[in-house]
């Protein structure tokens, strides 16, 4: 009789193979055979199919037994979970291998260690199963991973072992919940030539924002040694994201870096007995990025062609979930897996739900921060868990309630019992592509991972509430948060022919912003990147070491760990804040207001105190173009100029347009354009396009003559209304003057709009005054504004206020 075949090389097997082989081993085919042509490295390796497991499970009689254990665990109570999940591995991990079969895995690991010439060498065995390419189910970390196997004897117990994992307490408890049969779904082995990572680094990369959905970005997570120590948040990983656009023209567009915490690594073990050991990573290598930044962008370049090809390949938008790792010895780029990404490419994008935080006082309730995972906000007491049995302090999995907060230092795939019943997770470890983050993201549970203490930090029963909504960062707050819920159909925006822009302060929120109706930013400003991405005075970085003030040195090298030198650091962290807002709303206009601190405001900064003086009415005082030329602080506006050409000349960013602010004379305008020119920003070239803060009076007289070096105004109503006015818009006691309505004010901007126009230069205004007065808005649309910028929660409020007062103005019209 002849014997069945139950091994396939990896090349043999593609796409339509999933039954047979699983969703992993099937892409890992897939690209073999079609990617590898243009220059993606994939390791070889062989496939143990879903028959090899059938027969494993038929030969050792084990089917009716298995069912029978499973029917009577009670998947509420953690421990009868754990004890039939136990029972059931455990009899997988005492059968035996039929002899042909047994045989047949060790002929082709022997084929496979001559292909690399060598008598054993070093492979992954990792689990495949059937239902990983299915839409409604994502399997991350059900099943085990095997690393540095070598040997007939390691191989085969690896490989018995992985059949064992397709019964994890998760796996078990997820495949109830979803009503899937358990022996409907079927387990594939991937074994794997080892690609040396412990030598270099490895890690994760999304084809797609992992928070937003924001589709034109590569999400690259990495860390020194072999991947496992991501996946485990064993680490929290430096971070990369590239910008696909113009990544495929000539351009560099590392739109961020961040860089993590990496004090330690997985390695190959110095024992027979010990695959794989974790050790220290050096001091001065913590303080590096684990990759460089040409790695990233080959990366990026590889991940990018991986998305389009299985895009083409199921005929829709498909992004990707890849492993990566870089061979220490060879020096060589590998993909080591990739699968479809199962939650935003799910997601109906018509349907958008903010949570807004609406207690002014919040900031004196900020306990902890962290990286967060997904967008919402929830509340609830804390449960501080080390294991699920309790065995290693804390509670076990019977004390923890719905609606519970779980606070640990790590969750494994054992957890997720426990992590579907909380309304928010905490962890200590982890990065955006761990364990907790997968898992959490899936289930639609806020989480803040990497907090490094919060098991510390936080008391049993305590109540905190965990916000995820306000940006990349995650706060933790003491007590409960007063916060809304907005639901909004995008159906239900109207169109408006004023085209209506917003207004953007934070980074770390544009990928989410993105998905609002809009014609581009007309407001970004540099001054939040400054205080939270770099928070040292320009100055005080450029000259810090003449100050004599060793403390401030020490904090500003700590600051600065990673980059060559204090002006690299400056140029490349204001340019990547600045990237950010600019590659969410590609290619329509991104308008950047250069530095408008004032010097009170300045002085706040690490170091400020040095180079600011003591102004009595900051508000009027050294602020905006007439710092740029000062000999005082040039030298720190070139910064600025010089971060903006790299967004745009190296990241491709053209869309960028710059605006100076609070410029008093013509005179004073020429200088700054001067300045700019002297550090390669000149308006007109390369498409440069140059507007001026229309908020000063002498802004408006004389809106002739400053229109002749400009191409646009942006109207700030806010200075313009207290200019106007002569008050002070800080004081309480003439606080009910002011009104950005008042005919005064209104006279001006009607005078600035008529003379922008005869100019055929652009006249816009960003404020709130169009969206909060249905009158103010409809003034300016008959005046002829030709865009109106806002903030992102009131554009759905504008955008009806303006279609509105368009339908108004065009009755009027059509009725005469």
């Known amino acids: 009789m002849k014997t069945a075949n139950y091994i396939l090389k990896l090349e043999e097997v593609g796409h339509g193979d999933v039954p047979i082989v699983g969703g992993k081993n099937a892409s890992l085919g897939e690209m073999l055979q079609n990617l590898t042509q243009l220059g993606i490295n994939i390791p070889a390796g062989f496939v143990v199919t879903v028959a090899a497991y059938k027969k494993f499970v038929e030969f050792n009689k084990l089917d009716e037994i298995i069912r029978d254990i499973i029917t009577k665990i009670d998947l509420h109570n953690i421990e009868s979970l754990r004890r039939g999940g136990l029972q059931v591995r455990q009899l997988i991990k005492n059968g035996k291998f039929p002899e042909d079969l047994e045989k047949q895995i060790i002929d082709a690991y022997h084929t496979l260690s001559n292909k690399y010439k060598q008598d054993i060498t070093d492979v992954a065995v990792r689990s495949s199963a059937t239902a990983e390419d299915l839409p409604d189910a994502s399997f991350a970390g059900q099943q085990e991973t095997y690393l540095n196997v ?132 050096e001091k001065q290598a913590q303080n590096n990025f684990c990759i460089t930044d040409e ?269 060559e030198n204090e002006e690299t650091f400056f140029i490349k962290k204001l340019s990547y804040g600045i990237a950010k807002i600019a590659s969410a709303f590609y290619p329509n206009k991104v308008i950047v207001r250069f530095s408008d601190f004032k010097s009170n405001e300045y002085k706040n900064l690490l170091g400020g105190k040095y180079f600011e003086p003591d102004e009595e009415n900051p508000m009027i005082g050294w602020r905006g173009a007439s710092r740029y030329y000062s000999k005082d602080y040039k030298e720190a506006f070139g910064l600025e100029c010089k971060a903006i050409r790299r967004v745009r000349d190296k990241m491709g960013l053209t869309n960028v347009v710059v605006m100076i602010p609070f410029c008093r004379t013509v005179e004073e305008l020429l200088k700054v354009q001067d300045v700019m020119s002297e550090y390669g920003l000149k308006r007109g070239e390369n498409g440069l396009e140059v507007y001026l803060m229309a908020e000063i009076p002498s802004n408006i007289i004389l809106a002739k003559d ?69 009158d103010f808005a409809e003034f300016l649309v008959e005046e002829g504004i030709d865009s109106i910028s806002v903030t992102p929660d009131s554009v759905f409020k504008t955008v009806k206020a303006i279609n509105a007062v368009e339908k108004k103005i065009e009755a009027v019209v059509s009725a005469n």
């Open 295 to 563: 790695r990233a962008l080959q990366l990026a370049k590889w991940v990018a062609q991986i998305e389009d090809y299985y895009s083409k390949l199921k005929n829709k938008w498909c992004p990707m979930d890849v492993e990566w790792a870089v061979d220490g010895l060879s020096n060589e780029l590998f993909i080591v897996q990739a699968r479809p990404e199962t939650i935003h490419s799910q997601k109906d994008n018509s349907k958008i739900t903010e949570y807004k935080i609406e207690d002014e006082n919040r900031a004196e309730k900020v306990l902890l921060k962290g990286i967060a995972v997904g967008d919402k906000i929830a509340g609830g007491k804390v449960k501080i868990m080390y294991s699920l049995d309790g065995r290693t302090g804390g509670l076990d999995g019977n004390d923890f309630q719905p609606g519970d907060i779980l606070v640990t230092d790590m969750t494994d795939p054992d957890w997720e019992p426990i992590m579907k019943k909380a309304a928010a997770i905490v962890t200590n470890k982890g990065g955006r592509t761990c364990h907790a983050a997968i898992v959490a993201r899936e289930m639609g549970v806020p989480a803040i991972v990497g907090t490094r203490n919060a098991t510390e930090i936080f008391a049993d029963d305590q109540y905190i509430t965990v916000s995820c909504a306000e940006g990349d960062v995650g706060i933790i707050y003491g007590g409960s948060v007063e916060y809304r819920k907005i639901e909004i159909d995008m159906n239900d925006f109207p169109t408006t022919k004023t085209p209506i822009m917003l207004n953007v302060a934070s980074p770390d929120m544009a990928f989410q912003f993105s998905h609002l109706p809009n014609a581009g930013v007309g407001l970004a400003r540099e001054e939040f990147i400054i205080n939270n991405y770099i928070q040292v005075h320009p100055m005080a970085l450029l000259r810090h070491h003449k100050l004599g003030d060793k403390e401030l040195s020490a904090k500003i090298n700590q600051i600065i760990a990673g980059y």
């Open 150 to 281: 070598r040997g007939e004897e390691s191989l085969v117990n690896a490989v018995r072992n992985c059949f064992a994992s397709l019964f994890t307490d998760r796996a078990i408890n997820y495949r109830e919940n979803f009503n899937y049969d358990h022996f409907d779904i079927g387990l594939s082995v991937c074994v794997q030539k080892m690609v040396r990572s412990d030598l270099a680094a490895s890690g994760v990369a999304f084809s797609l924002d992992t928070e937003s959905g924001f589709k034109d970005v590569v999400v690259i997570n990495g860390s020194y040694g072999l991947g496992e120590m991501i996946v485990q948040g064993s680490v929290s990983p430096d971070e990369y994201i590239i910008f696909k656009p113009t990544h495929k023209g000539s351009f560099t567009p590392i739109i961020e870096k961040k860089m993590g915490v990496k004090d330690k690594k997985m390695v190959y073990g110095d024992d027979p007995d010990e695959r794989v050991r974790i050790i220290p990573v």
């Open 706 to 774: 400053f229109a002749q070096h400009i191409d646009g105004f942006s109207i700030g109503s806010n200075d313009l209304t207290q200019l106007t006015l002569g008050l002070d818009r800080d004081s309480s006691l003439v606080a009910h003057l002011y009104d950005e309505r008042n005919p005064a004010v209104k006279a001006m901007l009607s005078m600035l709009i008529k003379t922008a126009k005869k100019a055929k230069v652009k006249v816009g205004i960003c404020g709130q005054g169009p969206s909060d007065f249905p």
